[in-house]
């Protein structure tokens, strides 16, 4: 079975500093992947994805994820920080006909 | 273009009530999944539609949850009798058709308090 491991509940940074949100994931076959946002009493939105072709995928707001097969990764990344940022992200992984599988999520809180 | 609509937004009951929930997908969507989130963990499928047959129910709590899309559009998830443990947000999301790479475009969620 696919599974998805985020590292840190929580993340905290500064305004105008690197964000970095890890994601591991298992599966034996390389599977399509996923960064969802989620807002304070809201639904899920994507952020970008992963299918197949170029690894380094670009997203809204300014977010990046890189694919890494040999390390089974898939982290998010921004090179600013902003105040609006702060959010709970989440991780997810689809393979083939299995359905989507999150990740525990890691809440974002942007100091200024 | 009109996206998920969920409703109610908020549900308060005591345990043993009954309750229900529904979520209208975006206009020629044909999957529809309801999704429970515990707090503080991931959403987690409890049943997916394609139209209105049902593809994976696997992780539906079937003694007490049930669920139907009506005409393949609308949909609607029942909990008789709930449970504390059923305190979660509840949400809806739909796809165009269902493919382990499409985006699943959720709506805002039914945030349930089982008292």
């Known amino acids: 079975a696919q599974s998805v491991t985020q590292l840190g509940s929580h993340v905290s940074v500064s305004e105008g500093a690197l964000v970095l949100l890890r994601c591991n994931y298992s599966?034996?076959?390389?599977?399509?992947l996923f960064w969802y946002v989620q807002y304070p009493n809201q639904g899920l939105q994507l952020l970008l994805k992963?299918?197949?072709?170029?690894?380094l995928v670009k997203g809204i707001n300014g977010f990046e994820a890189e694919f890494k097969k040999s390390e089974t990764s898939f982290h998010l990344t921004k090179p600013s920080a902003h105040m609006s940022d702060a959010a709970e992200y989440f991780c997810?992984?689809?393979?083939?006909?299995?359905?989507?599988?999150f990740g525990q999520g890691t809440r974002l809180t942007i100091n200024p | 273009e009109a996206g998920v609509a969920q409703s109610p937004r908020y549900k308060i009951i005591e345990k043993r009530q009954s309750v229900a929930f529904w979520c209208n997908p975006i206009?020629?969507?044909?999957?529809l999944y309801w999704y429970q989130q515990i707090l503080g963990q991931g959403p987690k499928l409890l049943i997916q539609?394609?139209?209105?047959?049902?593809?994976?129910d696997s992780q539906l709590p079937k003694d007490r949850f049930s669920a139907e899309r009506l005409k393949g559009v609308d949909s609607t998830l029942k909990i008789q009798p709930a449970k504390l443990e059923d305190s979660a947000v509840y949400l809806c999301?739909?796809?165009?058709?269902?493919?382990?790479?499409?985006?699943?475009?959720f709506g805002p969620g039914t945030r349930l308090l089982v008292l």
């Open positions: 539609f394609q139209n209105n047959g049902v593809v994976d």
């Open positions: 997810a992984v689809n393979r083939g006909a299995q359905k989507l599988v």
């Open positions: 999301a739909s796809s165009l058709d269902g493919q382990a790479q499409e985006t699943q475009y």
């Open positions: 206009s020629g969507h044909a999957t």
């Open positions: 599966s034996s076959v390389p599977p399509y």
């Open positions: 992963y299918t197949t072709g170029a690894t």
